[in-house]
């Protein structure tokens, strides 16, 4: 067969091999990983300004789903729940305050990917569709000469919701029953299957494509679903501990994943981001999970970038930073550009904190949102809003008889538990006009299409734990 057929027929092989390499996918342990496959070599504030112009550069992508900023050791948290993450982030790039834009998943992934708050998005009810117009940045990496692969298991980004733009493949790879000894003891959910094939399908992804330039995007659901193993199961058996056990099993599918691209020699050349969608709740409020409101336990989420170098020592970024400048920065950094976009590119942050120089001024108050009525298509929307800037954060939530205000200063009260309303009235003057100009935002590209989903994919989206019709 031709070298020119072959690249014609790529995604359609690399699409029937995702589905037999489930078959393999119960050989991945997550406990084969070596602590000595990190062999970048150490780089400078310079390899990050020269990375715009370097031709090999491929972009792994890594969402993992429900990861909380604050129980991962790297960002504060006293049990040792992620061993590698924390050693990865001391040699890149951390956003020690980092903003989900929301608390649900396909409305979070919506502004993730377009760079646009949830209103501008027009993403915020079940039945709403991205539109042929969003930017989306495997479209871009495709148009510079990426070849684009998406693996995800969570079906709020799904295809039918407008999530595959760009991409050469976006495929979710067929759950199988894990081992024994795998625990998935989240309540709520009762999908099965783990992240082990996508861990094996990257596998095979490197082995048929890796020598081309690629943009690969995976979206990992354990977290989601407190998958664990005996081995993991080291924090206790309530509901936070099962959590911190899931982060740990996942913290050794990272380590996996890149001692894989270390084994194949891509480390050296690909930029690795790890982000999340939303953080998780264990009843600090009276709830638990999340999708439901926008305090800081839902929307305090990682992000790590880690260079085809290492940089010691690693570089923090603790000015506020969200979502939406996540792929206007990603983009930046290989010297392509997003334009139209609410977010912005967090480079100067990177160069000036490499450089050990005062950091910018971050810009604009941050906003978080969600429709608390999204998956109610009969109730109207009632939107909840958290706007943060500085220490402060002002939400202001849509409720019966009658909307609530609170204020919370993170300075002296971390947790942002007490109410300082009546204490800082400028402030809520304030805050609360931005919240009730983000109110009145519309939809970037008009109106926003909408889709009836099948019984299959309701049924989907239930056993994820999700209360859809």
């Not at 119960?26 to 300004?49: E, K, M």
């Not at 679903?225 to 990272?254: C, P, Q």
């Not at 971050?362 to 109610?376: E, K, L, S, V, Y």
Request: aromatic residues 10%; proline residues 7%.
């Amino acid at each position: 067969m031709s070298k020119r057929l072959v690249d014609q027929r790529w995604p359609w092989i690399l699409a029937a091999s995702l589905i037999v390499i489930v078959f393999l996918s119960t050989f991945v342990d997550v406990h084969l990983g070596d602590d000595d496959w990190d062999s970048r070599p150490t780089g400078s504030v310079q390899d990050i300004a020269k990375l715009r112009d370097r031709k090999d550069l491929n972009v792994l992508f890594v969402l993992i789903d429900t990861l909380r900023a604050e129980h991962l050791g790297c960002y504060g948290y006293q049990r040792d729940t992620s061993p590698v993450l924390d050693r990865l982030a001391s040699t890149g790039v951390r956003f020690g305050r980092h903003l989900s834009q929301s608390s649900w998943t396909k409305a979070s992934m919506a502004s993730l990917w377009t760079g646009l708050y949830p209103l501008h998005t027009g993403i915020t009810r079940f039945d709403q569709v991205l539109p042929p117009q969003a930017n989306m940045p495997a479209e871009i990496l495709k148009e510079a000469g990426f070849q684009t692969v998406g693996l995800y298991r969570n079906g709020w980004v799904g295809p039918t919701f407008g999530f595959d733009q760009g991409f050469d493949v976006y495929q979710r790879p067929v759950g199988t029953a894990p081992p024994a000894s795998v625990r998935r003891d989240n309540p709520t959910i009762s999908e099965a299957g783990t992240d082990e094939p996508t861990i094996a399908a990257t596998r095979e992804f490197l082995r048929l494509r890796g020598h081309d330039r690629w943009f690969l995007y995976l979206h990992l659901m354990d977290l989601h679903e407190y998958v664990y193993d005996r081995e993991s199961a080291l924090f206790g058996v309530h509901y936070k501990d099962i959590y911190d056990n899931s982060i740990r099993w996942t913290d050794g599918m990272i380590d996996i994943l890149l001692s894989s691209l270390a084994d194949q020699g891509y480390l050296e050349n690909t930029l690795v981001i790890i982000a999340s969608d939303h953080g998780e709740a264990f009843g600090e409020r009276g709830f638990e999970g999340h999708a439901r409101k926008v305090y800081r336990e839902t929307t305090e989420i990682p992000l790590l970038i880690l260079f085809p170098f290492r940089l010691e020592p690693g570089v923090v970024i603790e000015s506020r930073t969200q979502n939406i400048d996540l792929w206007p920065t990603v983009l930046d950094l290989l010297g392509l550009e997003m334009p139209g976009t609410d977010g912005h590119s967090r480079v100067p942050e990177i160069l000036a904190a490499a450089r050990g120089e005062p950091l910018p001024d971050p810009g604009d108050p941050a906003i978080a949102f969600i429709d608390q009525t999204w998956g109610r298509p009969k109730d109207p929307p009632q939107p909840a809003v958290s706007v943060t800037e500085g220490t402060l954060r002002y939400a202001w939530i849509d409720q019966k008889p009658a909307p609530v205000e609170q204020l919370f200063d993170s300075s002296d009260d971390p947790a942002e538990f007490r109410n300082r309303t009546a204490e800082n009235p400028e402030a809520v003057k304030r805050l609360s006009a931005v919240a009730e100009a983000y109110r009145e935002m519309k939809p970037s590209w008009g109106d926003v299409p909408t889709r009836e989903l099948s019984e299959l994919e309701l049924m989907h989206l239930r056993a994820l734990g999700y209360a859809v019709p």
